[in-house]
């Protein structure tokens, strides 16, 4: 800290004005603070001191890093599909213009156009999620409903996207409770999402369902790549994304949101692996009645 503020005094001391500098205080408890400082003269215009003034910026500079991120997944990651859906339907126009529009092209072409539109549309959800819990404004709206027939649609509709994996289900014949339907969709569908991705070569995949008296667990287990125990605890984290996966797409904020939701049901959600290449392991559990609905 000493040294910081030492060419800043010195600068003073010359009478020169310092302009809102910034300083990053790294270290575990990072801060980062600006610092603005005028000379003081008297009458004469002859130098008696200054004034430096020290304003705490972290908040504002997370708040800045983050607009960063944000946007440069929006430059990025939702511009790839749009432009894939384009090139598709301009495709499909070309081929019915050269009268070569078979049902297969069709069916093909029109299969891509769904597919990349369901991928936006999950982005712009996790986009519009995000906002809303950094802004503290992740609310649910629970109300009575079945787990079992939202988990066993969202198998299906997952199932239909992939002909590598074998998606299970094995739960009670019914799981009642008071949750935020639509948002326990998106942690499914999120969870299920990953299971897929990240076990390129095809396996089964299981979601068991355990309901007991006062809590619901639901466990998605993969055979893919599977989680190093330093990973572990990251992958909760926003944008965070493992070593190893990179190359797949992906923005980072899946888990992170459905941490959110879960929580936001007072419930926890956890991962476990046996290590890299052994498969992973989500569980959340969920109380039966949500907090905000008590
Ligand atoms: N089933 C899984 N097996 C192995 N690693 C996983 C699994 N699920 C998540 N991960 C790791 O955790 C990271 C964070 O996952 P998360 O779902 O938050 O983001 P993402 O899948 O990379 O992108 P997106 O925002 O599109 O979901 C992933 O990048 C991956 O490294
Ligand atoms: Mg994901």
């Given at each position: 800290m000493a040294e910081t503020l030492a060419p800043m005094v010195e600068a003073l001391q010359r009478g020169e004005v310092i302009a809102d500098t910034e300083v990053d205080l790294e270290g575990p408890g990072r801060r980062i603070l600006s610092f603005s400082g005028t000379p003081l003269r008297d009458a004469f215009g002859t130098l008696i001191g200054s004034v430096l003034i020290v304003r705490d910026v972290t908040g504002r500079r997370e708040v800045e890093d983050l607009k960063d991120e944000v946007l440069s997944i929006a430059s990025h990651d939702l511009r790839v599909p749009v432009a894939v859906i384009k090139a598709q339907a301009q495709l499909l126009r070309r081929l019915i213009d050269h009268k070569k529009a078979d049902i297969g092209a069709i069916d093909e072409g029109l299969g891509s156009i769904v597919g990349q539109t369901d991928h936006l549309s999950r982005l712009l959800t996790l986009l519009l999620d995000l906002s809303r819990i950094e802004a503290g404004r992740l609310e649910l709206a629970p109300a009575p409903m079945d787990l079992r027939l939202l988990i066993s649609r969202t198998i299906k509709g997952m199932q239909a996207?992939?002909?590598r994996h074998v998606l299970q289900l094995r739960a009670p014949q019914q799981v009642r409770g008071s949750w935020d339907e639509h948002r326990l969709q998106e942690v499914l569908e999120n969870l299920l999402a990953n299971a897929v991705k990240y076990s390129p070569k095809g396996g089964t995949i299981g979601v068991h369902v355990r309901a007991g008296k006062r809590s619901v667990t639901v466990r998605v287990n993969d055979q893919g790549i599977g989680l190093d125990l330093d990973e572990m605890p990251h992958v909760f984290e926003r944008f965070y994304r493992a070593k190893g996966t990179r190359a797949l797409e992906g923005a980072g904020l899946g888990l992170y949101v459905c941490q959110a939701i879960v929580a936001a049901h007072g419930g926890r959600l956890w991962a476990e692996s046996?290590?890299?290449?052994h498969g992973s392991t989500f569980s959340f559990t969920l109380p039966h009645a949500t907090m905000a609905d008590a």
């Open positions: 996207t992939t002909r046996a290590g890299s290449g």
